[in-house]
């Protein structure tokens, strides 16, 4: 690949640019955003390259060209970008939600451009291209969401472009995705916040590491976790019933005094979270 | 001090005993356990500088006693401490659950001898002497909880005990402490052991930093867990009582869609979580 242009530059686009350029995936690197002062600290850390305000502009020479705008943004984002960019492109984005944006890009494409959706598992509580790591995809788990009307060449072109960042891919519909993240991403997302919220201020001085580590992803950017929730809402309200009714056996275990019972929950949960890393 | 005796040498036992010989607060630290072999480990670690098997011997000579064993053992340690030490000698604790444990201490214990007490807010999701920790409790909290009955010079005497041990110090009614705790550290517990439950097997593959912060503390001994929130089950049942409304509320303003309101509970989640340290 020549060029890549990478549409919003901040923790997840930023280290896109410098994977790619540290492991020579690409020639150049166009940053593409509304905010110059973003861009040029963009540039300034060698993410990108070059830099445009416009979109037009900016993927006009693009080989590949990387969506990662917030959530609501992104079906629109790809659809200007196809409408600039020349033959063979391809497009692909990095939103937490595909089911929406998938169909919404599919619905209105040319098809002569090529677009598959991908979500790189790779974010944190941190937002902006100064958190930005080329190491960010080492090992990190990409899904890449094609559906039937994607051709195979280009949703393997995708699948080399993550891997060539060091990640590790899945493939899933867009459905089977947003149902899995609901579970794995979202609902630890609303319980972060809610137990944070709810921890009144006159004993936050008690808080250790058990706190802290369950509210971690409660600083992030609310505006593009209310998107996400939202794209996702039937899921996530899903895994959230499923979460109440667990939370609602465990009450019930303690109400009893049930000590076999509550072994067996805790079991439950320190064998799943066992099978991981710490 | 002379000499500190440790009832238990593990994760928090042996951190006493390392951060206590670092900073020179006395001569010798008896560890007493069940095991011999992770006596000799502790040993071993320079955790311990003598090591036996009996209480009752391993007390007598002790100017401080700290028992660090599970909640439900504590109280009855710590009367068969003080039924073999030498006044003046100071016992405290430092279970995660504070009410039933003094009350029960305090009930039967003969006034000569001064019981206090503690907890060290420095656990982890791993236990067991070998991450035991010289540093652990460098600016951690350690509550110290007496009563009607603690005498000011005992309070002092254990104050001045973690300051040098690098801790700073609130000081809380035992009630007021588990009804604390049940919120800060209790709940995020069940929580986390909840949610990593019910993440289904085979989308393991697909967590991140997220799922990984949040469910860390799921991972922790769940035999001493089911025993702290057995001591503390009303505090722990209306911590949880009001965590489901909060869960209630978010599934309503995603019921209907409404992203103000989205807006506002992911806001006072990050705002609070903002408050302290990464």
Redesign the interface.
């Known amino acids: 690949m020549e060029t890549v242009a990478i549409i919003g530059v901040g923790l997840i686009g930023g280290s896109i640019g410098l994977a790619a350029r540290r492991r020579g995936l690409c020639g150049r690197v166009v940053g593409i955003g509304r905010d110059q002062t973003r861009l040029r600290k963009a540039r300034g850390l060698g993410a990108v390259t070059a830099m445009t305000t416009s979109i037009e502009e900016g993927v006009r020479d693009a080989d590949l060209v990387v969506v990662c705008t917030p959530v609501d943004c992104i079906s629109q984002h790809v659809l200007r970008a196809a409408a600039s960019c020349r033959r063979p492109a391809l497009i692909t984005d990095v939103g937490s939600t595909k089911a929406a944006i998938v169909a919404e890009v599919e619905r209105a494409l040319n098809s002569s451009v090529s677009f598959v959706g991908s979500h790189p598992?790779?974010?944190?509580?941190k937002s902006g291209v100064a958190f930005a790591r080329d190491d960010l995809f080492d090992g990190?788990?990409v899904?890449v969401t094609p559906t039937r009307r994607t051709r195979p060449g280009d949703v393997r072109r995708i699948k080399e472009f993550w891997s060539g960042l060091g990640a590790r891919i899945?493939t899933m519909t867009p459905q089977a995705h947003d149902k899995?993240?609901a579970?794995?991403?979202h609902?630890?997302?609303?319980?972060?916040?809610?137990?944070?919220?709810?921890?009144?201020?006159r004993?936050?001085?008690?808080?250790?590491?058990?706190?802290?580590?369950?509210?971690?992803?409660?600083?992030?950017d609310?505006?593009l976790?209310?998107q996400i929730?939202?794209h996702n809402?039937k899921n996530?309200?899903h895994a959230?019933?499923?979460?109440?009714e667990?939370?609602?056996v465990?009450?019930q275990a303690?109400?009893r005094?049930n000590?076999k019972e509550?072994?067996r929950?805790?079991?439950?949960?320190?064998?799943?979270?066992?099978?991981?890393?710490?």
């Open positions: 598992l790779a974010g944190s509580d990190r788990a899904v899945s899995a993240v579970a794995t991403s609902l630890p997302h609303i319980v972060a916040a809610a137990l944070a919220a709810n921890t009144p201020e004993w936050l001085h008690l808080v250790a590491g058990g706190w802290l580590d369950t509210t971690r992803v409660a600083a992030a609310v505006e976790w209310a929730l939202l809402r996530v309200l959230l019933g499923l979460h109440q667990a939370m609602e465990f009450a303690l109400i005094g000590k509550l072994l929950l805790l079991a439950a949960g320190q064998r799943r979270r066992n099978a991981l890393g710490s």
